[in-house]
């Protein structure tokens, strides 16, 4: 085999006597074992982390059961792609022979009309399905295709699995066995791959490129911490590095810097960040730290979530970069983040003060003997809608929670608090 090949490429395992991992599902009587070795397989959706086997799994039963293996990518194949392995398929049947094999990565991908395309053929046999997806199929996956899988859970690989597909790495490839290689630590092979095979051999692959050919090779966990901090384009989507670039991509639109928040959103689109995850938290920044300083941030960021989840990759890093700029180009306010958290803190601190009568609803008699709602004051009926009354339990009377910032518009907010409450926003 070549080594120009990558190294998870060429220990890709080729029957289930090789597959390492996922027991419960491939190991000794179990429910998918089983299922291959009668040789019927049904339309199943793999669910589970990266690098897990799920791809290699669909192969592997292909493989076993001789079937016609067609593979679609979610992130760039459309309706027109699914149609044509669905016709190739329907010329390739005859009475007795098997279906053919329709593997779909990152099913979760493919919009409600891409998933629509599939039901009939499913449903009528001409394929056998099987998706593999890092999201929870319950939301990624519309109910009429649905219900016509299996669903099966993939685990991250444990320690164990880790270390032997280490040994089997350093022992059975090609390339690799012919060096000296000691593996003195493996502790951060281990916690950056983060139970993913793909990720433990890309990592260990980076790690021996860079040493000098013919010479003993040591692993130890400075070797590899080392080399993959001189080798930053290994984004890892579960690791620390993971971490540190997302926290960097939010402390810079935090901090205004709208060419380092673009940088840090090129990092990750490029390591294959999922980009609902981007979208996520540009969510979450808008209300944070942008806040009532600019409130169509909230808007725009709630936009961009929902073109980002029907638009999808490449067209995606479009509308991220320009909410990205937009929010990091925003004013900043966190002021309704602290005032959430204060009350939060009071509500923990003095526990669930009882709401003043004359706030609680009087659907019966009783409770209008007892005084619910009397009192209440209804703002409508005064000059400006408003009249000042008093809203919070009697206990927490002068508590304030939120707290305007020094921004043109919740300098406009608090201009109107002290207009309807005098001394209480004067503080």
Known sequence: MSSNQPLAERLRPKTLHDYIGQKHLVGENAVLRKMIESGNISSIILWGPPGVGKTTLAKIIANTLHRPFYILSAINSGVKDVREVIDKAQKQQFFSSPNPILFIDEIHRFSKAQQDSLLGAVEQGIVTLIGATTE?????????????????????????????????????????????????????????????????????????????????????????????????????????????????????????????????????????????????????????????????????????????????????????????????????????????????????????????????????????????????????????NFTEQDFLPEKLHSKRFYHPQNNPTEQKILERLKLWWKQRFTK
């Open 136 to 384: 929870n199929p319950s939301f990624e996956v519309i109910s009429p295709l649905l219900s016509r899988c299996q669903v099966y859970v993939l685990k991250s690989l444990e320690t164990d699995d880790l270390l032997e597909l280490l040994n089997r790495a350093l022992t059975e490839d090609s390339d690799l066995s012919k060096k000296k290689i000691t593996v003195e630590e493996h502790e951060s092979l281990l916690r950056y791959s983060s139970g993913d095979a793909r990720k433990l051999l890309n990592i260990l692959e980076v790690v021996l490129n860079s040493e000098e050919e013919g010479e003993e090779i040591v692993l130890t966990n400075e070797k590899v911490t080392n080399r993959l901090q001189e080798n930053l384009s290994m984004y890892d989507k579960k690791g620390e590095m993971h971490y540190d670039v997302i926290s960097a991509f939010i402390k810079s639109v935090r901090g205004s810097d709208p060419d380092a928040a673009i940088y840090y959103l090129a990092r990750m689109l490029e390591g294959g960040e999922d980009i609902k995850f981007i979208a996520r938290r540009l969510l979450i920044l808008a209300a944070e730290d942008i806040g009532l300083a600019n409130p169509n941030a909230l808007l725009l960021s709630q936009s961009t979530f929902d073109a980002v989840h029907k638009v999808g990759m490449p067209e995606a890093r479009i509308i991220l970069s320009e909410c990205t700029i937009y929010l990091a180009t925003s004013p900043k306010s966190n002021s309704a983040y602290e005032a959430i958290d204060s009350a939060l803190a009071e509500v923990r601190n003095s526990g669930h003060q009882p709401v003043p009568l004359h706030l609680r609803n009087a659907p019966t008699k009783l409770m209008k003997d007892l005084g619910y709602q009397q009192g209440y004051k209804y703002a409508h009926s005064y000059d400006g």
